[in-house]
C-alpha cells in the first residue's frame, strides 16, 4: 500500500512539472547574387525606418529565438521598400498592394524556408540578376 | 539554501544557454524567468491546487505566462531607461509582445512544422496580451491572418481576477464577457476569440 502511494506521488510530481520546449531559432538570409550594388530602405508607416547595403557577393543574417515559434520572414517591420541596384535603378516591393515584383521581399512565401535542424529553421531571399533585369524592364515601361 | 517543508529540489529552474548553446541575453532570461513565475503565480491563483492547475488547457497556460513576461519585462525595461524595449509600433517582427505571431496554418513555413511544434505554435499565443495591449496586428500589419484585437481595455489584474475560474477558451469566452470592461462588447470578444477557436 505504502509502495503503491509513493509510486502514485512520484508519478503526480513528475506529471506536474512544466518543461518549456526548446527555443525555436528563425536564421533570415539576405543574399546579394547580383552583379550589383544592392540598397535597400525600409519604409514604415510612410516613414523610412532603415537601410540595408549589400555588396555584390554578400549578404546580412538576421537571428531570433522564440520558445513559442518565430515570426516569418522578412527580419524587419516594414510596409514597402525601395530596392536600388548601382545607386541608380530603383524598384518598390510592397507588402500587400499591388505590385511589380515577382518577387516581393516582404511576403513570407517568396522566401526559401529551410530546416536546418529540428528547431533551427532557415529563411533566404536571394538576389539575383534576373531581379536587376526586372527593375530595369520596370523602370523602361514608366 | 534547503528550507524544510518547500521541496528538495528547486521548482523553477533557467538556462543560462540556449538550445545551440549560445548564451542567452540577460533580457531574454529575465523574461524566461518571468513567465516561469508566471506558471507558479497561475498555481497559487489556483489555490495552489496542482490538480486544478493540470485541468488548464496549455494554450491558456502558456499564453497567461507569456502575458505575464511581457508585461513585468516592458516595465523593468522602461524603467531601466529603454522607453522603446519591445514597442511593437517600433518593431512587430520581434519581442515578447508576440504582436508576430499568427496560427500555425496560416504560416507560409507549415509545411516544414512537425506536429508538436504546431501546437506548440499555437499555444505559445497573445491571447491575453491582445486583451491588454493596444496594438491590433490585424489592422497596423494589415493583414487578417493576424488576430483582430480591437479590445484594449482589460487590464492585468482584471484578467488575473478571472482566471481562476478559466480551464478553456470556452470558459475563458464567458468569464471574459462577464467581467467585460465598460465599453467592450460581447460581439468584439466573439469575433476576438473566434480566431482562437478556429485553430
Same mark, same amino acid.
Given at each position: 500500500?505504502?509502495?503503491?502511494?509513493?509510486?502514485?506521488?512520484?508519478?503526480?510530481?513528475?506529471? /506536474?512539472?512544466?518543461?518549456?520546449?526548446?527555443? #525555436?531559432?528563425?536564421?533570415?538570409?539576405?543574399?546579394?547574387? !547580383? @552583379?550589383?550594388?544592392?540598397?535597400?530602405?525600409?519604409?514604415?508607416?510612410?516613414?523610412?525606418?532603415? /537601410?540595408?547595403?549589400?555588396?555584390? *557577393?554578400?549578404?546580412?543574417?538576421?537571428?531570433? /529565438? @522564440?520558445?513559442?515559434?518565430?515570426?516569418?520572414?522578412?527580419? #524587419?517591420?516594414?510596409? !514597402?521598400?525601395? $530596392?536600388?541596384?548601382?545607386? /541608380?535603378?530603383?524598384?518598390?516591393?510592397?507588402?500587400?498592394?499591388?505590385?511589380? $515584383?515577382?518577387?516581393?521581399?516582404?511576403?513570407?512565401?517568396?522566401?526559401?524556408? *529551410?530546416?536546418?535542424?529540428?528547431? $533551427? #529553421?532557415?529563411?533566404?531571399?536571394?538576389?539575383?540578376?534576373?531581379?536587376?533585369?526586372?527593375?530595369?524592364?520596370?523602370?523602361?515601361?514608366? | 539554501?534547503?528550507?524544510?517543508?518547500?521541496?528538495?529540489?528547486?521548482?523553477?529552474?533557467?538556462?543560462?544557454?540556449?538550445?545551440? =548553446?549560445?548564451?542567452?541575453?540577460?533580457?531574454?532570461?529575465?523574461?524566461?524567468?518571468?513567465?516561469?513565475?508566471?506558471?507558479?503565480?497561475?498555481?497559487?491563483?489556483?489555490?495552489?491546487?496542482?490538480?486544478?492547475?493540470?485541468?488548464?488547457?496549455?494554450?491558456?497556460?502558456?499564453?497567461?505566462?507569456?502575458?505575464?513576461?511581457? &508585461?513585468?519585462?516592458?516595465?523593468?525595461?522602461?524603467?531601466?531607461?529603454?522607453?522603446?524595449?519591445?514597442?511593437? &509600433?517600433?518593431?512587430?517582427?520581434?519581442?515578447?509582445?508576440?504582436?508576430?505571431?499568427?496560427?500555425?496554418?496560416?504560416?507560409?513555413?507549415?509545411?516544414?512544422?512537425?506536429?508538436?511544434?504546431?501546437?506548440?505554435?499555437?499555444?505559445?499565443?497573445?491571447?491575453?496580451?491582445?486583451?491588454?495591449?493596444? &496594438?491590433?496586428?490585424?489592422?497596423?500589419?494589415?493583414?487578417?491572418?493576424?488576430?483582430?484585437?480591437?479590445?484594449?481595455?482589460?487590464?492585468?489584474?482584471?484578467?488575473?481576477?478571472?482566471?481562476?475560474?478559466?480551464?478553456?477558451?470556452?470558459?475563458?469566452?464567458?468569464?471574459?464577457?462577464?467581467?467585460?470592461?465598460? =465599453?467592450?462588447?460581447?460581439?468584439?470578444?466573439?469575433?476576438?476569440?473566434?480566431? &482562437?477557436?478556429?485553430?
Amino acid at each position: 500500500m505504502k509502495t503503491n502511494i509513493m509510486i502514485f506521488s512520484l508519478i503526480f510530481i513528475l506529471s /506536474s512539472c512544466i518543461k518549456e520546449p526548446p527555443d #525555436f531559432t528563425g536564421k533570415y538570409i539576405i543574399q546579394n547574387n !547580383s @552583379n550589383h550594388l544592392i540598397q535597400i530602405n525600409l519604409y514604415l508607416y510612410n516613414e523610412i525606418k532603415d /537601410s540595408i547595403i549589400l555588396p555584390i *557577393n554578400n549578404y546580412k543574417e538576421y537571428t531570433y /529565438s @522564440n520558445r513559442g515559434g518565430i515570426p516569418e520572414p522578412p527580419p #524587419f517591420s516594414a510596409d !514597402s521598400l525601395m $530596392v536600388t541596384y548601382d545607386d /541608380s535603378i530603383t524598384i518598390i516591393h510592397y507588402k500587400y498592394q499591388q505590385q511589380n $515584383v515577382s518577387r516581393s521581399l516582404l511576403l513570407p512565401s517568396c522566401w526559401l524556408a *529551410n530546416q536546418e535542424k529540428s528547431t $533551427v #529553421f532557415e529563411y533566404k531571399y536571394i538576389f539575383t540578376n534576373a531581379d536587376y533585369q526586372e527593375a530595369i524592364d520596370n523602370h523602361l515601361n514608366r | 539554501m534547503f528550507v524544510p517543508g518547500s521541496s528538495l529540489w528547486p521548482n523553477i529552474k533557467i538556462w543560462g544557454k540556449d538550445s545551440n =548553446g549560445n548564451y542567452r541575453t540577460t533580457d531574454d532570461i529575465f523574461s524566461t524567468t518571468i513567465h516561469e513565475l508566471g506558471h507558479a503565480s497561475h498555481i497559487e491563483l489556483m489555490n495552489a491546487g496542482l490538480i486544478q492547475f493540470g485541468q488548464v488547457s496549455v494554450q491558456i497556460r502558456e499564453s497567461w505566462a507569456n502575458a505575464i513576461e511581457w &508585461y513585468i519585462t516592458k516595465i523593468e525595461y522602461n524603467e531601466l531607461g529603454f522607453p522603446n524595449y519591445d514597442n511593437p &509600433y517600433m518593431n512587430y517582427f520581434m519581442g515578447d509582445h508576440m504582436q508576430w505571431w499568427k496560427k500555425a496554418k496560416l504560416r507560409s513555413d507549415y509545411n516544414l512544422l512537425t506536429d508538436t511544434q504546431k501546437k506548440i505554435i499555437n499555444n505559445y499565443t497573445p491571447l491575453f496580451i491582445d486583451l491588454v495591449d493596444d &496594438y491590433n496586428q490585424s489592422v497596423n500589419i494589415g493583414s487578417t491572418n493576424y488576430p483582430d484585437d480591437a479590445i484594449h481595455a482589460y487590464t492585468m489584474p482584471r484578467i488575473e481576477n478571472l482566471l481562476k475560474h478559466v480551464y478553456g477558451l470556452s470558459s475563458l469566452q464567458s468569464k471574459l464577457k462577464a467581467n467585460k470592461p465598460y =465599453g467592450v462588447t460581447d460581439n468584439q470578444i466573439d469575433r476576438y476569440l473566434n480566431y &482562437y477557436f478556429s485553430l
